[in-house]
């Protein structure tokens, strides 16, 4: 019996293969272009958030869209005040997409996996985050 | 949040029983990984995004089957990681479906009687 080596996927690379993440980048640019002019400082041009509206607690996403609004106007500080866990997740996927972006261009297959401890903490930190954004003396870590 | 019914790894050198029963062909030599060796996508963006933006239960659910996509990958559990992949996917989805929804119910409902108090 011989080893059958399953066939390598078509691999599409070059422009076809950036193809996705450029519909991906033009979509994120068209969402943060509509963030950034219809301002979610002014009641009623968004939802408010269901946890905050149920409880009166702030979950891990609240002032996101604030956030995304300063980034959008390149007020760095502005955002880190409304949500930093926000402004973080911007960085992460800046970096991912420029990784997403070479390995489509060179119609390489996704090798890496990410730790699953890493991603325990990022979870942890999230429920962190959430708890501690309501805990009076930590409200630098929330939009208020 | 639990496992579903997590199968345990393949011991190294054998190859997986399928839960129905039926004996698989025995592979020679080692494991081959199932569809060329590719991890399953862990669709992380989207529970990150779900988490931030809409729909923080199913955002922190989806970290969760995230992260056991590749803790099982890595452990050599591929069909368990294929299948908390497929949860990942479907918590994706639901995210994506309440955002939607709840987006309309908002335009449709709430905006024309608006009152101004709070924000996202």
Known sequence: MTIVNAAPAPTTRGWRGVALPA?????????????????????????TCPFLAATGYWCPGCGS???????AHLDVATALARNPFTVLTVVG???AFVVWVRRRWLGQP?????????L???LAGVLAFWVLRNVPGWTWLSPA | ?????????????GGTTPPGGATPPPAPGYNQPMGGGQPPKNYLVWAILSTILCCLPLGVASIVFAAQVNGKWASGDHAGAVASSEKAKKFAIASA???????IIY??????????SGSM
Request: charged share 5%.
């Open chain 1, 23 to 47: 519909a991906t980048a033009a979509g994120a640019v068209a969402a943060v272009a509509f963030v950034g002019a219809v301002d979610p400082n002014q009641a009623g041009h968004y939802p």
């Open chain 1, 65 to 71: 869209l604030r956030a995304i609004h300063a980034l």
């Open chain 1, 93 to 95: 996927f800046a970096v």
């Open chain 1, 110 to 118: 996704r090798t890496y996996v990410a730790p699953a401890w890493l």
């Open chain 1, 120 to 122: 325990y903490s990022l």
């Open chain 2, 1 to 13: 949040m639990s496992d579903y019914g997590t199968p345990p790894p393949p011991p190294p050198g």
């Open chain 2, 97 to 103: 479906v309440v955002g939607l929804i709840g987006g």
């Open chain 2, 107 to 116: 335009a449709v409902f709430v905006l024309p009687n608006l009152d101004t």
